[in-house]
C-alpha cells in the first residue's frame, strides 16, 4: 500500500510541475506590457530576440529585463558584464561606446549556438 501512495504522490507532484511550468513559461493573453521611456527589455523565444538589432544613446541609464516569451533563457550583454534572466531588471549606465554582442546565456537547446542579438551604444 506505501508503494501505492508513493507512486500517487509522485504523479500528481509531476503533473503539479508540469502546470506550473507551462505557466511561468507561456505568456497570458493580452499579457504584453508597455516598456517604459527608459527600459530595455529583451523578449526571447526558442531561439531568437524579439529584435536582431537594439539601439541605446551613449551615457544613457536604462532599466533592463528580459522576458520569456518561449523556452527558457538568459541574456547576457558582453563588454558590459551583464547576465540577466526573466524576472532580474538591473540599471545599467550605457558608458562604453559600440557594438557589443547579446546572446543567450542559458543552455536552451539545439539552436543555443545561433541565439545572437547586437546591441549598439551611439
Same mark, same amino acid.
Given at each position: 500500500m506505501h508503494k501505492w501512495i508513493m507512486f500517487? *504522490? %509522485?504523479i500528481a507532484a509531476s503533473a503539479?510541475? +508540469? +502546470?506550473?511550468?507551462i505557466t511561468m513559461i507561456e505568456p497570458k493573453e493580452g499579457a504584453e506590457e508597455e516598456v517604459g521611456e527608459n527600459e530595455l527589455r529583451f523578449v526571447l523565444?526558442? %531561439?531568437? %530576440?524579439?529584435?536582431?538589432?537594439y539601439h541605446v544613446k551613449l551615457g544613457e541609464t536604462m532599466n533592463v529585463s528580459m522576458r520569456n516569451k518561449e523556452g527558457i533563457h538568459g541574456v547576457a550583454i558582453e563588454g558590459?558584464?551583464?547576465?540577466?534572466?526573466a524576472g532580474d531588471s538591473v540599471e545599467v549606465t550605457f558608458d562604453?561606446?559600440? $557594438?557589443f554582442e547579446l546572446v543567450c546565456s +542559458?543552455?536552451?537547446? *539545439?539552436?543555443h549556438a545561433e541565439m545572437v542579438a $547586437? *546591441?549598439?551604444v551611439e
Open positions: 500517487a *504522490l %509522485f503539479a510541475a +508540469v +502546470v506550473f511550468s523565444s526558442n %531561439f531568437e %530576440f524579439d529584435q536582431q538589432e558590459y558584464d551583464i547576465d540577466i534572466h562604453k561606446p559600440g $557594438t +542559458v543552455m536552451c537547446g *539545439l539552436g $547586437t *546591441l549598439v
